[in-house]
């Protein structure tokens, strides 16, 4: 039987960007994503070990020990995909030597965005689209290109392999945005007696971010705030709670004022 390549027929959607790419590495819209150089039409599926995987790191504490044994996790992704070699990459129309160019070289700082969307094949939708759109859900790494393997055997493969090493953000399967990221602030209640608590809550394009939100007061004599949005009622005067959307370049914030009687 003749070997065939099957193609990810749009589903799978497997991209690299340069440095700078994202305003935001949590909150993507889709025209930066869309502005990525694409690999999936390249890529040999086979051979795909792009994610996160987890790794452990234990204590080793003694039986009688009288503390807790407590065990951490790191974080980890990147991983390695395989892309076919152009036949001319002088021709830049070639979809091979596109993605060549972007990766032929090591120790390069970017991004890689990864979405498996599944939606070809279902009623209303292309034959095969590579396209970002608002609301789909997209896994975003910050990595670097490191080694470089080859390919060639007789008449057959003729592929190289790249490694993606993480290199300090890693979005797991976030949603696409139609536009850049707008917080929007508000309290439970902008007047209370000391004592009382209030509750602020932090929504990110009209979605529900408050746990996602750097919380800071301009006076916590006035009123403190918790990392998770809880406002308590400290003494008199007036507080300004501001909340903070992390890794926003530039910063993307709003704020509350708070009473206290």
């Known amino acids: 039987m003749v070997d065939t ?8 959607r497997f991209r ?14 889709a025209t930066e994503l869309n ?19 987890a790794s452990d790191t234990a204590d080793a504490v003694p039986i009688a020990a009288k503390a807790n044994v407590v065990r951490r996790a790191a974080a980890n992704y990147g991983g390695t995909a395989s892309f ?28 890689i965005a990864v979405s498996v969307d599944g939606e070809i094949g279902e009623a209303g939708q292309p034959a095969a689209d590579f396209s970002f759109a608002a609301g789909d859900y997209v896994t ?15 008449e057959d493969p003729f592929y190289y392999t790249r490694n993606f090493l993480k290199a300090g953000g890693f979005a797991p399967y976030t949603v696409a945005s139609a536009a850049a990221p707008v917080l929007e602030v ?21 979605r529900d971010w408050t746990r996602g939100v750097q919380w800071t007061t ?32 530039p910063t993307v914030s709003d704020t509350a004022a708070i009473t206290v009687t």
Do not use: C
Request: glycine share 12%; net charge negative.
């Open 5 to 12: 390549r099957l193609k990810s027929m749009g589903n799978v």
């Open 16 to 29: 690299f960007y340069q440095d700078g790419a994202f305003a935001n590495l949590r909150w993507p819209t």
């Open 35 to 53: 502005a990525g150089q694409e690999l999936e039409q390249v890529t040999l599926w086979d051979n795909f070990e792009v994610g996160a995987q």
């Open 84 to 111: 076919w070699y152009p036949g001319y990459r002088a021709d830049l129309t070639n979809a091979a030597a596109l993605v060549y160019g972007a990766l032929k070289d090591i120790h390069v700082s970017g991004y």
């Open 140 to 154: 975003v790494m910050k990595v670097v290109t490191d080694e470089w393997d080859d390919m060639i055997v007789g």
């Open 186 to 206: 508000t309290a439970s209640a902008a007047t209370g007696a000391s004592g009382s608590l209030l509750f602020a809550t932090g929504e990110v394009n009209g």
């Open 218 to 249: 301009s006076d916590a004599a006035v009123a403190t705030v918790s990392s998770t949005g809880v406002i308590t009622l400290v003494g008199a005067g007036t507080a300004t709670i501001t909340g903070t959307l992390p890794g926003s370049n």
